[in-house]
């Protein structure tokens, strides 16, 4: 299945990352992916090899701690349990 057929079943609030030969080509919304975004043509027809919902919990407090960055570091989280933020992206690897 392409990509462009993939995301059809997705729904523009969802957060992507999509990987390429192991190599990032896009984290963001998917409304951000599809509508005018060069990366998106330049991967439109590439063939979705592997599918993953991942979810992504770090400190709220990484910066002060100086841990690991989360992938949308300018994000508010959508999550709060106590000191701890989740987000959930759709991996998609190509």
């Keep these: 299945m392409a990509l462009e057929e993939f995301v059809k079943l997705l729904e523009n609030s969802d957060r992507l ?16 992916l599809v509508m005018h975004n060069e990366t998106y043509e330049g991967i439109r027809t590439d ?11 770090r400190h709220r407090q990484w910066k002060e ?3 690991m960055k989360p992938l949308e570091p300018d ?9 701890l933020q989740m987000n959930l992206y759709y991996t998609i690897y190509l």
């Design 17 to 32: 990352r999509i990987l390429k030969d192991e190599k990032e080509v896009f984290v963001g919304w998917l409304a951000l």
């Design 47 to 57: 063939a979705v090899k592997k599918f993953r919902a991942v979810p992504e919990i």
């Design 65 to 67: 701690r100086k841990l």
């Design 75 to 83: 994000e508010t989280p959508e999550f709060l349990f106590s000191d």
